[in-house]
Nanobody, 126 residues
């Protein structure tokens, strides 16, 4: 049974950092692309970053490029989202998702993903 569990959210001030974790079970990371998405207040769920099943290809949305980084540890079946230089507009619920997609690409649209975690709240406020 595929399961994704996010953790690491919290309340931080602008400019600070957070690292989110997505613990995967029921599959191995080499078989699925993983994406991080977020739903900010008043907006639809949007793609933030993703990593291909090969671990080679990564995508970052323009709004987070240079600040957010996705990585993974295949030994402990965990995907990370390192968020630096957080802004108030980064506030929202962050989700990780998985899709059975092999190769050097990861989809960036939420509807492409089959499995979702429950989400973790990130609040950036002074």
């Amino acid at each position: 049974q595929v399961q994704l569990v996010e953790s690491g959210g919290g309340l931080v001030q602008p400019g600070e950092s957070l690292r989110l974790s997505c613990a995967a079970s029921g599959f191995i990371l080499d078989t699925r692309a993983i994406g991080w998405f977020r739903r900010t207040p008043g907006n639809e769920r949007e793609g933030v970053v993703c990593i291909s099943s090969s671990g080679v290809w990564r995508y970052s949305a323009n709004s987070v490029k240079g600040r957010f980084t996705i990585s993974r540890n295949t030994d402990n079946h965990t995907v990370y989202l390192q968020m630096n230089g957080l802004k108030v507009e980064d506030t929202g619920v962050y989700y990780c998702a998985a899709v059975d997609y092999s190769g050097d690409y990861c989809p960036q649209i939420p509807s492409n993903y089959d499995y979702w975690g429950q989400g973790t709240q990130v609040t950036v406020s002074s």
